[in-house]
């Protein structure tokens, strides 16, 4: 049989580049421009989840650079969240269940955090490092997911260090497996082409001559935990990458760190996820040379990328679709909600993103395949079931779930507009959820909506918007514009 | 002593194509791609690939009921020959297929036996990963049929119906995971719908139809996307209303689906391929009543399928396809069910299929590690139908040349 090669490393996010000119030479110098609302909700949605209006007016009061201190550097202690549910408690419920619980702890952290940026580099290093609960137990996933929290801003090297001898990626690249009379070329492999240097930048030589580096890790699963067993371990001279050594494990992951290609690779990777799709090559030599100089500190490379021109610039703005994660967690974030629906899990996986769970060892391809109109439903139906209505379908996640969200209350709309003037309360709402991003005819199309007779089912036909019907219809209109397609981009 | 000579009403004719002349059949699946047959691929054809999630066990689906090791290997949990709904000396269908043995008593059914790939992975996840993007070597972002829809319609190019390859069911399958073309996940009908009050509905309708693209690359497809979503129940809605099932199905969920995929092959949604799951067939313990409750929502859903389909005249044009990740370990375990393990056999069912008996079935006593040895690469099914039923080239889609079995 000829096997034939079957392109898959195609970037599905070229073609998605911003139009205009990058100016390299000053792409990565400290932005000093204007610092309004707008860059301030830039800044909330690519850094962290969003938040409310609120949120925005106090980041944008702080100015660009304390704004972006207030992310990487933040000076306010995080919340005292529970520690994971002990095993037992996890087990004591059906399988669904604790895959369900451990998702939803995870997204009420996201939720909740006060250090967004931690949270979100969480979900980087998740994407990145995709491992799923389809394979692994929900509690090697939970310590995972507090592995990237907390070395997630930290030195990459000592990332993926932690990250080779972790017990859920252990178990999900069948590294466990790996031992010298029976090698396993999985997690070497990916080390090299997901993880670290991309493909095309090793050989099957050095798969194989790394796997032999990484044996002798046994997974013991009575006390979920990694250790080395010398005896498992191949202690020969390997060849790799051009060096010749008695390797182990630490030697093969400081070979891969120090090639040149990694600092471009995660360079790219970092671009693609806080500015826009594609970099230009020189944006990302850019960021890759401030990754080296730095000695592969991510707190740093990422702060500087938060500080850029090229992070405000008008390319950047909106230019990222919004992941189901940042879709979701940002809407409840924006409206104040203080606790996650326990629908949301659900919800998420048809949106296409259930967390915990990424498609295969590739993780989320992102970008264009965020969208389609599968996806784009679930999007628009989990928004109608929470706010759209006071009297949701049966099923549908219940407006319940926003008690205590103070930003989707009617009367604090109506008293934010000053009155129940339809054009002012459409102002009031596409100026705090949008920062205004929307055209006139969309103004003007919700303007209609609010003057419209309402729902057959609920009034007695036409009523013009008042005192009777302006809790429905403001829930309506909340709904028209969180489900506006220039809300579905980051 | 039970008749072992009592075989199904066409066994005698089947034969002739099986059972008894396997030798023929093995020469066949390790043959060159077959050369083009001088016969047109009829352009409307649909393909629906059916999901055994979980691993069916084969051994209890095609019972080799006159192998004594089958026996052996299944005090408990074995199919007694008097039950077995026999296709020939050597082996027979589970009796709960009852309904897809009157299909294969019209020739209507092809047993590919022992279908499986190197090395195989007993991981659900990973296992099907393996099958639905057809690549057991390495992990792929696309299916199989997701990268058939992309060499139909390149880049730039758009299906002429929303609903060219629909899944049934509330999230894609990684199968149906194509580069650039739109596949509509249906979870049921009243689900594949912008959801809302009445005023809203009417609004949203506005705003997505009044879109303008912007600056962003993004934000014209997301408009285009979502008018399309928008639209798209509706749109479904109206295009299926014109066609009535002609028979009564049963009322499992699995039968629904088929009964839907049946409304959308037989109005003008324009569908080619449908994807439907049934499940879980994972079936470690007390596995009799769990997989005989499924294999006959699946046969009796099957014969429903293709007996409505032959009253409006459209079975001919329909071949369904059945998998499963993997199947069961020979022995039974120690909790009256059966644990992972490799080869198991599939079904092409179909107006158009060439009824009868493919590949040797695996030696219960010539064993891999206590699993069945595969005959039969599954890419060499994907190919068949690739090539024979959807024509197209498969050597790309799969990433290397399989020989094509003549059963379409």
Redesign the interface.
Known sequence: ??????D?S?D?QV?????GTLDAESALAPYAGHFGVRQAAHLLRRAGFGGSAADVARTAGLGASAAVDSFVHPAAPELPFEAYPPREVLYAVKGGQARTGTELWWLDRMLRTQHPLAEKMTLFWHGHFAT?I??VPPALMARQIDLFRAQGLGNFHALLAAVSVDPAMSVWLDNRSNSKAHPNENYAREVMELFALGLGEYTESDVKEAARAFTGWAYDSHTMSVSFDPRRHDDGVKTFLGHSGNFGLTDVVNIIVAQPVHQRFLARKLLEYFVY?DPEPALTEAVAQTYALCGCDIAITVGTILRSNVFYSARAY????KSPIEFAVGLLRYVGATSVPPGLPDAL??M?QEPLAP????GW?GG?AW????T???R??FV??LV??SRP?AGAIPAAALSGAPNVAPDAIVSAAGGLDPARIVDAIVTSALQDDV?G??RA??V??LR???????TVNPMPFGPENYQ?KIR?AL??TF????N??N | MPDRRSFLRSSLSVAVLGGSLPAAFARAASAQALPALGRSIDPANVLVVIALSGGNDGLNTIVPWSDDAYHRARPVIRIPDSAVLKLNARIGFNPALAGLGELYAQGHVAVVQGVGYPDPNRSHFEATQIWETASPQRPLGTGWLGRALDRMYPAGTKPPSLFEAVALGDTLPAALVAAHVDVAAIGGLNGYAYNTVKDVKTQAGVLYDGARPGGSPYLGMIAETARQAYHGGDELRARISGYTPAVTYPTDGFARQLRLAAQLIGSDAGTRIIFVSLGSFDTHANQRAQQDRLLKYLGDGLLAFFNDLAAHGLDKRVLALTFSEFGRRVNQNASNGTDHGTAMPLFAVGGGVSGGIYGEHPSLTDLDDGDLKFGTDFRSVYATVLERWLGRNSTDILAGTFAALPIV
């Open positions: 049989m000829a096997l034939i090669s079957l898959t195609t599905p073609g998605y580049r911003p139009s799923s389809a394979k799709s909106r230019a990222l679709p996986r048809r296409g498609p295969s060892v590739k391809d264009p969208i389609n109109t599968t784009l439903l679930a628009f139906n109608n079931a759209a209505t379908a055209t005819d969309v199309t919700l209609a909506f419209s007779g309402g729902d057959a089912a609920m429905e309506g709904a028209l489900n506006l397609p220039v579905q981009l």
